[in-house]
T-cell receptor, first 112, second 114 residues
Framework: EADIYQTPRYLVIGTGKKITLECSQTMGHDKMYWYQQDPGMELHLIHY???????EKGDLSSESTVSRIRTEHFPLTLESARPSHTSQYLC???????????FGPGTRLTVT | AQSVTQLGSHVSVSEGALVLLRCNYS??????LFWYVQYPNQGLQLLLKYTSAATLVKGINGFEAEFKKSETSFHLTKPSAHMSDAAEYFC????????????FGTGTRLQVTL
């Protein structure tokens, strides 16, 4: 059973605010990922990490940043939120060898 | 580079009818293939995966998929649709060598009617 958590689940915030979306997993997975998904649309990879102190930008350019100081924790930060950042953000993790990714429940962000 | 094509952004079936969701992939190396389901306001849940063992893969909730190398396809089927199957379905591919990043299709929304 995969255990990956995201907080908050829903966030409404004003333009210009700094926000951090939390993602934690208890499976000891090396690899973690952040996706952005607009309602009813495909997933776009925005960041990924293959281990502690390793972070890479994904296929979709994003103004957000990530850090990986601990294996289980992969937070995503927006320094200054804008309405264009309104979207759903999904965190995932995977085992080194198996390939499949396990997803958290997502954070739905609305920037007003 | 890998890619996934899901034919049909919306599929509607009657309850009890066969479900067929199509997925074709492109990969220069042997792939891993996955089907995920997403219910409203939730993350993605793994339905099933192909990792070069049996070509017919059985998953959760009565779904199965068949890997056909000659057709580069991995279509998802279920013999009898249930109202609870209504959701968004995503096909994804990664390569066996790295087993790292997934490339997702654009998704198919399944509607089940009475």
């Amino acid at each position: 059973e995969a255990d990956i958590y995201q907080t908050p689940r829903y966030l409404v915030i004003g333009t210009g605010k700094k926000i951090t979306l939390e993602c934690s997993q208890t499976m000891g997975h090396d690899k973690m990922y952040w996706y952005q998904q607009d309602p009813g649309m495909e997933l776009h990879l925005i960041h990924y990490s293959y281990g502690v102190n390793s972070t890479e930008k994904g296929d979709l350019s994003s103004e957000s940043t990530v850090s990986r100081i601990r294996t289980e924790h992969f937070p995503l930060t927006l320094e200054s939120a804008r309405p264009s950042h309104t979207s759903q953000y999904l965190c995932a993790s995977s085992d080194r060898s198996k390939g499949e990714q396990y997803f958290g429940p997502g954070t739905r962000l609305t920037v007003t | 580079a890998q890619s996934v094509t899901q034919l049909g952004s919306h599929v509607s079936v009657s309850e009890g009818a066969l479900v067929l969701l199509r997925c074709n992939y492109s990969s220069s190396v042997p792939p891993y293939l996955f089907w995920y389901v997403q219910y409203p306001n939730q993350g993605l849940q793994l339905l099933l995966k192909y990792t070069s063992a049996a070509t017919l893969v059985k998953g959760i909730n009565g779904f199965e998929a068949e890997f056909k190398k000659s057709e580069t396809s991995f279509h998802l089927t279920k013999p009898s649709a249930h109202m609870s199957d209504a959701a968004e379905y995503f096909c994804a591919v990664s390569d066996i060598g790295t087993a790292s990043k997934l490339t997702f299709g654009t998704g198919t929304r399944l509607q089940v009617t009475l």
